[in-house]
């Protein structure tokens, strides 16, 4: 059985409590699926991935909750999905009720259903847009941005940049069928126009040995010969095949944004704005390398649960959940705006950061994009829209 399980407890010995008054246990757990290497050794998923950032967050948050008597312990475990079961009972058997989950959304949707209310089920990191819509479940909420969020994202500047005519090229795996029906909702929410479409087709095989420059550079220009006029192309490649290789390598020299060229991502380690920078050093002391994704979707899920609680001084699943969903919640989250969650669906509000790799070009929503509620709210499933109804049986609205 894959099955690691490891606990981090921070106290600090200048507390000036002497007693604990309150002990807020949470798990993390990462599910570790086969998967191909990556194109690029740079994407190398670390073995602490996540992980690094829920260390930086504990210590966050038992920086302020060590003078209120409250002790935050965060237990780490990964397995592997045929253990999932196993390994999530065994947290819910440590009576650890407060869930930080690195899933897919199928072994997400499994274990939430397993607890129900008895636990509060947090996502890292799934962004299937089908967990804030007909699949919602009242008793999880949603850190990761859905696949609607990120293509809104990504739509926003290219209509900013009166970029209007797409060359959409998706992958054939379902979920570059997920994404690719993201950007069409979103060409037509913002009034671009997708000129022509084509599938590029996963063969199966190892991208780093089979699928170097020298054959990129020959089959991507033919692959994308003779498309329809077009301004920009649109990269819908979740399962990272294709996308990276597009730039420089189209028929026509044509920007190329999504999954590949300008990218939006929830955080980067070259982003330095808001306070970001300090945050990055921490981390990199911390770890001894880089922020990935997961390690921010982490932290910032752990922030989350040591704000709510040290705002309301419980441990209730229940009643963090209702704080966390209702106007009174706010986080600083190092990108320009402080996040919110919608109470509609257990989304997190947040910028999303589109970048080159090297530096921040731009963030989500863009200027302009303005909303009744908040301009966040431009990104992704807006109330109207979502067929979400597990949060309006909880009476949340």
């Known amino acids: 059985m894959k099955l690691a399980i490891f606990v981090v407890s921070v106290l600090f010995l200048y507390n000036p409590v002497s007693a604990i008054a309150m002990e807020i246990k949470i798990g993390v757990l990462r599910i570790d699926y086969p998967a191909l290497l990556p194109i690029s050794r740079f994407d190398l ?149 997708i000129v022509e479409e084509r599938e590029f087709e996963d063969i199966g095989g190892s991208r780093r040995t089979d699928t170097g420059h020298v054959l990129v550079q020959r089959q991507i220009p033919v692959f994308t010969q003779n498309a329809k006029d077009h301004d920009v192309v649109i990269a819908a490649d979740a399962s990272n095949v294709f996308g990276l290789y597009l730039p420089f390598h189209t028929w026509n020299p044509r920007p190329v944004l999504g999954s590949g060229g300008l990218r939006p991502v929830t955080f980067h380690p070259s982003h330095e704005a808001w306070g970001a920078t300090q945050y990055q050093r921490r981390f990199e002391k911390l770890s001894g390398r880089y922020l990935q994704e997961a390690d921010y979707e982490v932290w910032l899920a752990l922030r989350v649960i040591g704000e709510a609680v040290i705002r ?9 959940r209702d704080y966390i969903l209702s106007d009174a919640f706010e986080l600083a989250a190092f990108k320009g705006r402080k996040v919110t969650f919608r109470s509609w669906n257990g989304q997190m509000r947040q910028p999303v950061i589109l970048t080159d790799s090297k530096i921040t070009i731009s963030v989500s929503p863009q200027e302009g994009y303005l909303h009744r509620r908040s301009a966040l709210d431009t990104l992704g499933l807006d109330e109207p829209e979502t067929a979400c109804t597990e949060f309006k049986k909880r009476g949340d609205l």
């Not at 959304?105 to 962004?127: E, P, Q, T």
């Open 45 to 193: 998923k670390p073995d602490d991935l996540g992980f690094a950032g829920g260390v930086l967050a504990n210590k966050d948050n038992q920086t302020t909750g060590a003078f209120l008597g409250i002790e935050f312990s965060v237990t780490y475990v990964t397995t592997s999905p045929e253990e999932v079961i196993i390994a999530f009972d065994t947290l819910l058997a440590d009576k650890i009720d407060l869930i930080v989950l690195m899933a897919e959304s199928d072994d997400l949707l499994k274990l939430a259903d397993r607890v129900g209310d008895a636990a509060l089920v947090v996502n890292a990191i799934a962004r299937d847009t089908s967990l804030r819509d007909d699949q919602c479940r009242a008793n999880v909420i949603h850190i990761a941005p859905s696949q609607a969020m990120i293509a809104d994202a990504v739509t926003q500047f290219a209509m900013w940049k009166r970029w209007k005519r797409w060359f959409l090229i998706h992958g054939s795996n379902p979920k570059d069928h997920e994404l690719r029906d993201a950007y069409r909702r979103s060409a037509k929410k913002f009034g671009a126009r």
């Open 312 to 320: 309301i001084n419980s441990s209730s699943p229940e009643k963090l």
